[in-house]
């Protein structure tokens, strides 16, 4: 068995440069990847962290009280039973929480991008409360 080499603390330039580095090994060179998001033929490069162990830590320091009931294909139904046989899991809702906190922060950027329009969306549904207030003389329900 090898031994761990010691891992120095990159920081985020070094990375991407890192990552570049190997992807180029691999024959990726993205420097010359040409791309055009109007034509959808964007790339996005994603790094996820070589074991769950971080994000597993992170779950368990806040609590799990709000629900989302969702309806999954069989396949993915499947694969959360093989990670609960791992015996890391008490449950498939643990380990879909879990995968799903992952998959969000992998799309955090595009959710970014949309903050501002639905920051709008907001403001306008306010102003539509208080018009519709004002027209029946009334508050705005709850809700």
Same mark, same amino acid.
Do not use: H, P, Q, Y
């Given at each position: 068995m090898r031994k761990k080499e010691a891992k120095p603390d990159l920081a985020? $330039?070094? *990375?991407?440069?890192?990552i570049q580095a @190997?992807?180029? &090994? @691999?024959? *990726?060179?993205? &420097?010359?990847?040409?791309c055009d998001e109007a034509d959808g033929s964007s790339v996005k490069v994603v790094c996820i962290a070589p074991d769950l162990e971080a994000s597993f830590k992170e779950m368990e320091m806040f609590p799990r009280g709000q629900?989302?009931?969702?309806r999954t294909d069989e396949e993915t139904s499947r694969t959360l039973d093989a990670w609960l046989e791992t015996g890391h899991?008490? !449950? @498939? !809702? &643990? =380990?879909a929480a879990l995968f799903l906190r992952e998959g969000l922060k992998l799309r955090a950027s595009e959710l970014e991008k949309l903050t501002e329009a639905l920051e709008q969306v907001?403001? =306008? $549904? &306010? @102003?539509?409360h208080e018009k519709a207030g004002a027209l029946f003389g009334k508050k705005k329900l709850s809700g």
């Open positions: 985020k $330039k070094d *990375i991407w440069n890192l @190997r992807l180029k &090994e @691999r024959g *990726i060179d993205l &420097e010359n990847l040409c629900t989302v009931m969702i899991f008490k !449950s @498939r !809702s &643990e =380990a907001k403001k =306008a $549904k &306010e @102003r539509l």
